[in-house]
């Protein structure tokens, strides 16, 4: 079992920036790929970014590419998403996922989510 605990959402201007955190307990975090997925009102939950067990994999979905970073702090057990360039369309929950790396691609075969953290973007 992995327990994850996202922080660091809010209001923000268009344009502007937020990082997110994501902490976990339980088994031991390197043994995971890590990801970030985000859903808004009346939409799927969808990828955002996610990245391997060493941190030296990313891959990202086309929305924030350029904008959005994810990086890790195994020896924290924390994953981060440093939000640029924000814009009203990335209005979401934002939930962090403990999954895996399989042929290039973030894939989630386990079950395990955090509550999620509320971001608002006004324009």
């Known amino acids: 079992q992995v327990q994850l605990v996202e922080s660091g959402g809010g209001l923000v201007e268009a344009g502007g920036s937020l990082r997110l955190s994501c902490a976990a307990s339980?088994?031991?975090?390197?043994?995971?790929?890590l990801g970030w997925f985000r859903q808004a009102p009346g939409k799927e939950r969808e990828f955002v970014a996610g990245i391997s067990w060493t941190g030296s994999k990313t891959d990202y979905a086309d929305a924030v590419k350029g904008r959005f970073a994810i990086s890790r702090d195994n020896a924290k057990n924390t994953v981060y998403l440093q939000m640029n360039s924000l814009k009203p369309e990335d209005t979401a929950v934002y939930y962090c996922n403990a999954g895996a790396w399989s042929g290039g691609d973030y894939v989630v075969p386990y079950d395990y989510w955090g509550q999620g953290t509320q971001v608002t973007v006004s324009s």
């Open positions: 339980g088994r031991t975090f390197s043994d995971y790929a």
